[in-house]
């Protein structure tokens, strides 16, 4: 059973647009989110988190939306610049384990 | 910033050897580091989790004595596949929890190490 999942595998957006990603979730229970971006043969890199007593963190072009109500999480990259490109996982935990569960990801490519 | 080390990035072992991972927090002490380990275009699996000084705990489903994972000190996780064989051929990560005052319980992935079973 995915807990955590993102349904779209890949996404294509131009060059200064708006890239939104959207993750879902099952597990009421989950507080905590992440998201992180991964290149091909590397480890993921923590790109932003939210945790459930809020709806919205900031942080330069990058924003996660949480809609608990909806179990529902977006990042929004703003502009998106094509050295986005990657994949992008979210990731949720819940009681305070750090036991992340991971999303299956999104590939997003930014075209020039 | 906080910087967490695989080694070795990659290693090609013979089915029925056993090989080890080493996972390192370079500047922060992390009581618990994560194993995760990743198919080719699928998600990130938990594997365990390896607290430091007692033993890991592991996800249903992921054999015990097959994959042995030990936290010796506040910096270092290791994680063994014994008697390694093809199917257990994949991309294994680690992360570490910085518990430090002010770290915000920061999670931190390692670069990943690919192991392949000939």
């Known amino acids: 059973d995915q807990q955590v999942k993102q349904n779209s595998p890949s996404l294509s957006v131009q060059e200064g647009r708006i890239s939104i990603l959207n993750c879902d979730y099952t597990?009421?229970?989950?507080?905590?989110f992440l998201w992180y971006k991964k290149y091909p043969a590397e480890g993921p890199t923590f790109l932003i988190s939210i945790s459930s007593i809020k709806d919205k963190n900031e942080d330069g072009r990058f924003t996660v939306f949480l809609n608990k109500s909806a179990k529902h999480l977006s990042l929004h990259i703003v502009p998106s610049q094509p050295g986005d490109s990657a994949v992008y996982f979210c990731?949720?935990?819940?009681?305070?384990?750090?036991?992340?569960?991971f999303g299956t990801g999104t590939r997003l490519k930014v075209l020039a | 910033g906080a910087v967490v080390s695989q080694h070795p990035s990659w290693v090609i072992c013979k089915s029925g050897t056993s090989v080890k991972i080493e996972c390192r927090s370079l500047d922060f002490q992390a009581t618990t580091m994560f194993w995760y380990r990743q198919f080719p275009k699928q998600s990130l699996m938990l594997m365990a989790t390896s607290n430091e000084g007692s033993k890991a705990t592991y996800e249903q489903g992921v054999e015990k004595d097959k994959f042995l994972i030990n936290h010796a000190s506040l910096t270092l996780s290791t994680l063994t596949v014994t008697s390694a064989h093809p199917e257990d051929s994949s991309f294994y990560i680690c992360?570490?929890?910085?518990?430090?005052?002010?770290?915000?319980?920061?999670?931190?992935f390692g670069e990943g190490s690919w192991l392949t079973v000939v």
């Open positions: 990731a949720a935990s819940g009681s305070g384990t750090y036991k992340y569960i």
């Open positions: 992360s570490a929890r910085d518990s430090s005052r002010g770290s915000g319980n920061t999670i931190y």
């Open positions: 597990n009421s229970m989950f507080d905590y």
